[in-house]
């Protein structure tokens, strides 16, 4: 079943034939499965001190994969105006250390997705692997006619972190780390041939794994197949647009990013958005809050 669901994932991300990858727990170990491969590939190439180059708007999970593998995360502020990643600030973060760069479709914070060619493009150039986190959007850019470039089709790009516990619509406890081939898959796996208790191996970051978790993904990604997919995305995204509308119409706040996927981000320069935040939480709806800016 596990088999069955990553060749799904790999079909929808257009991998070609030795796309691979494991399912995880969720979408935090996805992304410490990527900086683990990531970082042991740079550790073989003679890379004492890896780093990782993200985002200032990168998932929190970059920064506790950082701290649990030792990798030094360093991090690239995003446009002010477009909210994507600064492509000429990544370029200069670039050294002989860096192991990886990382790009969001969609990041957390703002919804917007980053110049993922233009990672990619960075990573040829200088012969670094480009992570991909579609934790958010895996399961919504594949199935909109406009949707942004961020698949294997990039060149560079090679692995790709998707729930399909959120959009995927499987129950929570479940998601794929997919890579480009098996070199990279290998780079992840953990094992000790000289145990005293015998071979121990592991593929994931877990020695024992619940089978339910992957049965009720396998069963879910069954029963919604493409055309349910592509109906959910569609009215997704159509819902954010209106959402996206409405706080556009209102003088008094402000868009931080695009808001074309499935997040929409605002801030406001004349009223307290944290006191709106606690106002509109008593009304029942369910935010989040930003900072740095606050939104």
Not at 140 to 153: S, T, V
Not at 228 to 255: C, N
């Amino acid at each position: 079943m596990e088999a069955e669901v990553v060749h799904m994932c790999c079909t929808l991300m257009h991998a070609d034939a030795e796309g691979c990858g494991t399912m995880s727990t969720g979408g935090t170990t996805s992304i410490l499965l990527a900086c683990l491969s990531h970082r042991n590939r740079a550790l073989k190439r003679g890379i004492l001190f890896p780093e990782m180059v993200i985002p200032t708007s990168a998932h929190a999970a970059f920064t506790k994969a950082a701290e649990v593998f030792r990798i030094r995360a360093v991090r690239v502020p995003v446009d002010p105006f477009t909210f994507k990643v600064d492509l000429r600030k990544m370029k200069a973060a670039i050294t002989s250390r860096t192991c990886m760069l990382v790009g969001s479709a969609p990041n957390f914070p703002f919804g917007t997705v980053d110049d993922i060619v233009g990672i990619g493009q960075l990573g040829q150039k200088y012969d670094i692997p480009v992570h991909v986190d579609a934790c958010l959007g895996g399961f919504i850019l594949p199935f909109i006619d406009d949707h942004h470039p961020f698949d294997f089709r990039v060149p560079g790009v090679c692995s790709i972190s998707a729930d399909t516990h959120k959009y995927g619509l499987s129950p929570k406890g479940s998601s794929v780390i997919l890579y480009k081939n098996k070199d990279y898959l290998h780079n992840q796996y953990f094992c000790d041939a000289d145990w005293q208790g015998g071979i121990y191996a592991s593929s994931t970051l877990e020695g024992s794994r619940a089978g339910l978790n992957i049965a009720l993904c396998w069963a879910s990604l069954l029963y919604q197949g493409f055309s349910k997919y592509k109906q959910h995305a569609t009215a997704v995204v159509a819902t954010t647009k209106k959402i996206r509308d409405g706080i556009r119409s209102i003088p008094e706040l402000r868009l931080q990013g695009s808001s074309d996927v499935c997040i929409v981000s605002w801030t406001s320069d004349t009223i307290d958005i944290h006191r709106l935040y606690d106002l509109i939480g008593k009304k029942g709806w369910q935010l989040t809050n930003l900072q740095f800016p606050s939104g």
